[in-house]
């Protein structure tokens, strides 16, 4: 399977209709996420593929945003891979040792979200102890199975990049030494906007990430803090396992996550969280809704 042409694809429901399309922004500059966050119109040109990772040629059609969707359904991403305690600062201030070998989890592909107009729910067990918490993270997404490969040859195999909110319930994870069930709920891994190509981002370790809490900036951070990069966690996942197409990696948290501060800056009902990844990704924005 080969890796598609494209710079930045999107997936979404036009306003014309009710249908499921993949589409180039028709402006190469547009932040589509923050755009539609802001109700404004968001022109696409659209492919004839069924998915990113086989979105075929344009058609010379365009369309207008009406709801933006995650860039992969659920039955395209699999299993979810996570990599824990990622960046330098964050290990720092969590006070535990710089790991010498990645930390994984796993989430279900139950826990895939859209981004905004989506809300993002806060399940009754987290909302029982009020912690749930953000992590702003950098997506790998792949685009061919990958098994056994070399940390020089990972990078034939990303499909390109996006963003996501790793949401976590911190006390069900301090109270458990894995992560899975914490971090697995319904709607946990909302990812978006965009879907931003590897030719458009060569090296990963240039973007830079920013997470905002209701327009507060509580993460900022390059993505060249990272302690294990992209070549290297793509290479050791692939070890002994088969990672299909259409895999998505969450690459770690940088330092100023909810739990740190005090008092903590937990997500409620009514607040807003966006990560924003420059160049080219733009911002996934979620707003926060207690289950029922």
């Not at 990645?102 to 979200?113: E, H, I, N, R």
């Not at 050791?236 to 100023?256: E, K, R």
Request: glycine residues 8%; hydrophobic residues 35%.
């Amino acid at each position: 399977m080969s890796i598609p042409s494209f710079t930045r694809l999107v997936r979404f429901i036009p306003k014309s209709s009710n249908d499921v399309l993949i589409g180039e922004p028709a402006s190469p500059d547009v932040d589509v996420g923050a755009e539609t966050r802001a109700g404004k119109d968001v022109e696409v040109k659209v492919h004839s593929g069924p998915s990113i990772l086989s979105p075929g040629p344009a058609t010379g059609k365009t369309e207008i945003i009406g709801k933006l969707l995650s860039p992969l359904a659920p039955s395209e991403v699999g299993t979810i891979r996570c990599i824990g305690l990622n960046y330098v600062q964050h290990a720092k201030e969590a006070k535990m040792a710089i790991p010498t070998v990645p930390t994984v989890f796993l989430k279900p592909a139950t826990s895939l979200a859209d981004p905004y107009p989506a809300p993002t729910i806060i399940p009754k067990p987290t909302l029982a102890t009020d912690t749930c918490d953000f992590e702003s993270e950098l997506v790998i997404v792949l685009g061919r199975d990958c098994k056994n490969v070399s940390e020089s040859e990972a990078l034939d195999y990303v499909l390109g990049y996006t963003a996501s909110n790793d949401v976590s319930s911190r006390d069900a994870q301090f109270a458990q030494s894995q992560w899975s069930y914490s971090k697995g709920f319904d709607g946990a891994c909302p990812i978006g906007p965009v879907v931003v190509s590897k030719g458009l981002v060569p090296d990963p370790a240039k973007l830079f990430m920013k997470g905002r809490k209701n327009g507060k900036v509580l993460q900022s951070c390059g993505i060249d803090d990272l302690i294990f990069s992209v070549e290297k966690i793509v290479s050791f996942l692939s070890q002994g396992t088969t990672l299909p197409a259409g895999t998505i990696i969450l690459t770690g948290t940088p330092a100023g996550v909810g739990f740190s501060f005090n008092p903590k800056e937990y997500l409620r009902a009514g607040d807003e969280f966006s990560v924003e990844i420059s160049p080219y990704i733009g911002t996934l924005t979620t707003v926060f809704e207690a289950e029922k």
